[in-house]
């Protein structure tokens, strides 16, 4: 292969320099991108990649410093300037119309001559498809599509726009393992065609797989670029942190392992009268994390939104032992008020943080009432406790934030999620369930909470983990259920489980969903569990 | 009786399909404007104003400038409404919601007090009426379906074209397509490169300077010049009517009709009392609120409001 130095450069930064009010996003940056190479920008949350790469997309534009495109400079003041320079961006959060087809999204914004025709533009989609091993149906609706066909029509799109730069934003956030290989696939083949890759992630071992290069921020600022050959997980950490870090979960051994929850034939439809649960029956015990692996939308939050007690049930059993006692409490159809008057203690860390988990606009200290207010006496609100709980979370989980009063949203997303765990923490809870908690966090950040799901662990809570990176399930986790449209299809141990067989099974069960009959979950089940050790069945 | 009841459902509809497809073209943006009535009465104001400034002055010597004019104006006058309409929400990021019901109480005051600067000599006005309200002379000639059909004024038939040109626009060029990208998800449009803020601006203006012809139309042709304070019922009933249709400009030909039927259908019942007209006249929001439940049990996505309606966009919002 071309040695990489040798290769034309595409995209050069000069002294790039951004702020936003008072902090700087990106600070004299300076780095190259060169024709036919897959660049990984890495760097933890807040260092300033999205708001980098936004700034040669045109979405922001910078403060000081030139980009040069093709050795020419290049001003790029809005995103149709830079599809003039042939630069497309992919966003984390898809930019799409719901209600539009595939090719209307396709065509959305282009400037063409000639009249408006939706059918030639579902030729030229086919055809760029075709080139690159896509598959896409140009007349199919966004809302009818899954996330992965979601990520080709934002890819098609860009390529529709003659991009042969394109950037990608945590392009394998939502995939399976197996779908990622096949974006990898593409990857690879555009970048042989001399198109430029820019990928933006926070997986080590997807940057080590897929990328030429490894662009490193820290804190807004341009550390290094090193040839992936050169490199490994441990020096790249330590370029992103500027610190050595330790990247390992400890998982100690169960400890006094006990059943603490019963969770037995659960059925649930949602409001279109899909099932989203299929006969769902586990146990969580304390001492243990048990970690749900599954496709984004297999049931995992109707899962633990039943737990919680949000969320209709056909049927089903929900059970809780009591630790104290050993008496057995249903929570089946009880509201959360129910719940916790029952003298169950519940702690639950919705995926969606700022819509279930806390309130945006309130404050730390206002959320943290949000757990306590049935607790006061008098009609006025008593925030001493509240205050004081908020300055202690502040304080151990290292939340940075502006001050106690600062509304929640205007905090950074790995700040939220331990401000919303502490709080959940705090209530000294015996079943934690924490949907994505890593989501959108930095590598740090994310092995604190890690650690933190892990010591309630030792505390002997029964901990049920909803996870989307298969590799920290496979450390985190003493047993891994996989969720597959609303079925079990199987309960690993943690300690034995393979990734592509979590793969296999998350997958394997979809495709199968149409012709499969009601009671095949059971034969699934038992087919899938390795030797008994998982034990599905109390 | 039922010609008779049917042409006058026709003629009255237009100001309702002017409302709708003006409020269906600035909600297509994102827009929820509530400023309606208010806009359509500010509108209807200033041509009348126009109207009677143009009678006083060149007298009614060259009768299409008797309409073209005042159209132009109340266009023009509504198109201003839509402008700070835009401005509050868009540029000074205020309510939605807030803004709307503003413009309607602001609009509705500010018409009124336009009017009664001519109130004196208010009358002369309806002399200008007789031009809008024929525009077939054979009309009569041809029975039921002439007098149903062809006994209106030139508005009722620009309201119907309209109507069609802006479902054309909205679901088959590329404007309508950008356009509805910027209702449903600002956020995309802006990264494809298209202008949130000047397509909002322009839906906006157009869609209210369209509104406002409806109340022009409702004074000068529905009235036979003589102004009365209904505009702003007929204003909701216009928003109302955008729910009915689903958003839909097409639909709103025939939903608007069905409103004017409803509206007068009290009339054309001998022996009820007042309360029961009242109640007869409910009926086109009764039948709203029922395409609201229909529409909420099917839970379809194609019949749904734009997604992003009500909500301001500002991108660098994270």
């Known amino acids: ?538 | 009786m039922i010609v008779g009841f049917l042409s006058s459902a026709i003629r009255l509809s237009a100001t309702f399909l002017y409302g709708s497809t003006g409020e269906i073209i600035t909600e297509k943006s994102g827009h929820l404007n509530l400023g309606v009535p208010g806009i359509m009465s500010v509108g209807a104001a200033l041509g009348c104003l126009c109207e009677y400034y143009l009678l006083k002055s060149i007298g009614t010597s060259v009768p299409f400038l008797l309409i073209l004019l005042p159209l132009l104006v109340t266009f023009a006058g509504g198109a201003l409404m839509g402008l700070l309409y835009s401005f509050l929400t868009v540029s000074l990021r205020a309510n939605q919601n807030v803004t709307g019901l503003a413009m309607t109480t602001f609009g509705v005051g500010l018409a009124g007090y336009l009017i009664n600067s001519i109130k004196a000599q208010m009358a002369i006005i309806t002399r200008a009426s007789k031009y809008y309200t024929t525009l077939f002379p054979f009309a009569d000639k041809l029975g039921w379906f002439g007098e149903i059909f062809l006994s209106h004024g030139i508005l009722v038939y620009l309201a119907i074209a309209v109507a069609i040109v802006a479902q054309i626009v909205l679901n088959k060029t590329r404007i309508g397509l950008n356009l509805r990208a910027v209702g449903e998800n600002p956020a995309t449009a802006d990264a494809v490169g298209i202008n949130v803020t000047l397509y909002r601006y322009a839906a906006t203006c157009i869609g209210c300077g369209i509104s406002s012809i409806g109340g022009l139309f409702c004074i000068m042709d529905y009235m036979g010049g003589n102004w009365e304070y209904i505009l702003e019922v007929f204003g909701w009933l216009s928003i109302a009517l955008v729910i009915f249709t689903l958003w839909r400009p097409a639909l709103s030909i025939l939903g608007s009709i069905i409103f004017g039927a409803l509206y007068i259908a009290s009339s054309y019942i001998s022996g009820i009392t007042f309360a029961q007209i009242e109640l007869i006249r409910m009926l086109p929001y009764v039948v709203t609120i029922v395409v609201l439940i229909i529409t909420s049990i099917i839970n379809s996505r194609e019949t749904q409001p734009p997604a992003n309606l009500g909500l301001n966009y500002f991108r660098e919002d994270r």
Request: proline fraction near 3%.
């Open chain 1, 1 to 538: 292969m071309e040695k990489i130095e040798n290769k034309p450069i595409a995209i050069q930064l000069k002294g790039i320099t951004k702020t936003f009010g008072n902090v700087s996003a990106n600070k004299d940056v300076t780095m190259d991108v060169r024709r036919g190479e897959i660049l990984a920008v890495l760097g933890e949350n807040g260092s300033g990649k999205t708001t980098l790469m936004n700034m040669i997309a045109g979405i922001y534009y910078p403060d000081e410093g030139q980009i040069f495109v093709n050795g020419e400079e290049a001003v790029i003041r809005s995103p149709q300037d830079a599809f003039r320079h042939g630069i497309g961006m992919i966003h984390q959060h898809f930019k799409l119309v719901d209600v539009f087809t595939a090719a209307q999204n396709i065509v959305l914004g282009v400037r063409e001559k000639g009249r408006y025709k939706l059918k030639d533009a579902n030729e030229r989609v086919f055809e760029i498809a075709e080139k690159y091993g896509f598959h896409i149906d140009p007349e199919k609706k966004v809302y009818e599509m899954s996330v992965s066909e979601k990520q080709t029509v934002e890819i098609v799109k860009v390529l529709y726009r003659g991009a042969d730069i394109l950037i990608l934003d945590e392009p394998t956030a939502v995939l399976t393992p197996q779908e990622t290989e096949k974006l990898f696939d593409v990857l690879r083949r555009m970048r042989d065609d001399g198109k430029s890759i820019i990928i933006i992630t926070h997986k080590l071992n997807e940057v080590l797989e897929i990328s030429d290069r490894v662009a490193v921020l820290r804190k807004g600022e341009y550390v290094g670029t090193v040839e992936t050959a050169e490199t490994n997980e441990l020096a790249l950490t330590e370029m992103m942190v500027g610190k050595k870090v330790s990247l390992n979960i400890e998982r100690t051994e169960p400890e006094n392992s006990c059943d603490r929850l019963f969770v037995a034939h659960l059925n649930c439809r949602d409001r279109e009268g899909v099932k989203k649960l299929d006969d769902v029956t586990f146990t969580a015990r304390a001492g243990e994390i048990l970690g749900i692996a599954g496709i984004a939308g297999s049931g995992q939050r109707e899962l633990l939104e039943a737990i919680a007690g949000l969320q209709h049930l056909e049927s089903g059993e929900i059970t809780y032992i009591d630790p104290e006692s050993g008496e057995e409490v249903n929570l089946r159809d009880k509201t959360p008020m129910q719940i916790r008057e029952l003298g169950v203690r519940l702690s639950f860390v919705p995926e969606d943080r700022l819509g279930m988990g806390l309130v945006g606009n309130m404050d730390i200290v206002d959320n943290m009432m949000l757990r306590s207010y049935g607790k006061g006496k008098s009609i006025f609100l008593d925030r001493k406790d509240p205050k004081k709980l908020a300055e202690n979370i502040i304080e151990s989980l290292e939340v940075v934030t502006p001050g106690l009063h600062t509304p929640v949203r205007r905090l950074s997303g790995g700040n939220v999620q331990k401000v919303l765990v502490g709080r959940e923490i705090a209530s000294t809870p015996t079943v934690l369930m924490a949907a994505y908690p890593v989501r959108g966090l930095d590598i740090n950040s994310s092995y604190t909470i890690y650690n933190l799901l892990t010591k309630q662990k030792e505390n002997g809570v029964a901990v049920i983990f909803v996870g989307e990176d298969l590799d920290v399930l496979i450390e985190l986790c003493d047993r891994i259920l996989v969720i597959g449209s609303g079925r079990v299809a199987g309960i690993l141990d943690g300690r034995t489980a393979k990734k592509e067989e979590i793969g296999l099974l998350m997958t394997g069960s979809r495709e199968n969903t149409g012709a499969a009959a009601e009671n095949e979950a059971e034969e699934n089940l038992e087919e899938n569990i390795p030797d008994g050790k998982g034990g599905a069945h109390e």
